[in-house]
């Protein structure tokens, strides 16, 4: 099966977050630099079109994996390499892993979990063309039907945070929920069952 267009900006975006999640804060701005480079590169590719467009994405995605992982202050240099151009077709979502736990059969957003929120309210309000899809999950304890229920009562919890506490828009913040059906860690143990209960991020630009 060929790779089609569409399919080459998601796995440019998946080697650079690899790379750049082994790096150390001061490397940053390399991961960033990378990922303007690469995306520059969709336009040798397919079409010149692409390079600008593939430019933004590229950095803006390094610099959404900066802002959110706690290297706010690489983000200016991340905004450098951002060029202003259209993008030339929709960018494929990334995926943002946010440290936002649960106790068990809750869905109380816990203090120590508003950093990494705050910071996702930040960058998306720096670059207002972001969307985003909050998803809630669960641990395998209790039935099908109350795990998914509870799963949306998590991500829409966050997604209460996101709007009411941080001022974005409602129409860029969409929560979903998926029971216990994606699990991150082993649910046959204390520790894999508290890693599940979480909520993650995925982010996108409007075209």
Avoid at 141 to 152: F, H, I, P, R
Wanted: contains cysteine; negative net charge.
């Amino acid at each position: 099966m060929s790779i089609t267009r569409k399919a080459v900006p998601l796995l440019l975006a998946s080697g650079l977050l690899t790379g750049c999640s082994g790096l150390q804060k001061t490397d940053w701005p390399t991961c960033a630099a990378v990922g303007g480079v690469g995306g520059a590169a969709l336009g040798a590719i397919e079409s010149s079109s692409w390079a600008g467009g593939g430019a933004v994405l590229g950095a803006g995605m390094a610099a959404a994996y900066c802002w959110v992982h706690g290297a706010e202050e690489q983000v200016a240099v991340v905004e450098e390499t951002v060029v202003e151009e259209t993008v030339a077709e929709p960018a494929e979502p990334v995926r943002v892993e946010l440290d936002v736990k649960f106790d068990f059969d809750k869905a109380a957003v816990k203090e120590e979990s508003q950093g990494d929120i705050k910071a996702l309210a930040d960058f998306m309000s720096q670059y207002p063309q972001t969307t985003t899809v909050v998803e809630g999950h669960t641990d395998s304890v209790g039935t099908d039907a109350y795990n998914q229920g509870l799963s949306e009562r998590r991500a829409n919890a966050v997604r209460d945070v996101l709007v009411n506490q941080y001022g974005l828009s409602p129409d860029r913040v969409n929560a979903a929920g998926y029971g216990e059906s994606r699990p991150v860690a082993d649910n046959a143990t204390s520790d894999g069952r508290a890693i599940n209960r979480r909520v993650e991020a995925e982010v996108e630009a409007r075209p």
